[in-house]
């Protein structure tokens, strides 16, 4: 069992940065693939990113491509979602999930369904 936890949302203007967190409990995080995914009011929940076990590989959707930056540190049970250049269409609750069954590809790796665990969130508000 995991357990995730959201934090670094908040209130920022269009074009600034914000760095969000999400520390997991429990066994075997540097074994579980992460991802941050956001949904808007009235809007399905999207993926934003994703990156694999040993950070060594990464992917983003292509809205936030060159803007955001996922990283993880295995040693503090921790994936990162470093924000920049925001637009308020990034406005959104981010939620952080956890995999550890499905190969790292971008079609699998992408899509809600896979994700065994999830954050409660965390709001970003980008006024412009």
């Not at 999400?22 to 995080?29: E, N, Q």
């Not at 950070?55 to 996922?70: E, L, M, N, P, W």
Request: proline share 2%.
């Amino acid at each position: 069992q995991v357990q995730l936890v959201e934090s670094g949302g908040g209130l920022v203007q269009a074009g600034g940065s914000l760095r969000l967190s999400c520390v997991a409990s429990g066994r075997s995080f540097s074994s579980y693939t992460m991802a941050w995914f956001r949904q808007a009011p009235g809007k399905e929940r999207e993926f934003v990113a994703a990156i694999n076990w040993s950070a060594g590989s990464k992917y983003y959707a292509d809205s936030v491509k060159g803007r955001f930056t996922i990283s993880r540190d295995n040693a503090k049970n921790t994936v990162y979602l470093q924000m920049n250049s925001l637009k308020s269409e990034d406005t959104a609750v981010y939620y952080c999930a956890a995999d550890r069954h499905t190969q790292f590809l971008p079609k699998a790796t992408m899509a809600r369904n896979v994700y065994d665990y999830w954050g409660q969130g965390t709001q970003v508000t980008v006024s412009s």
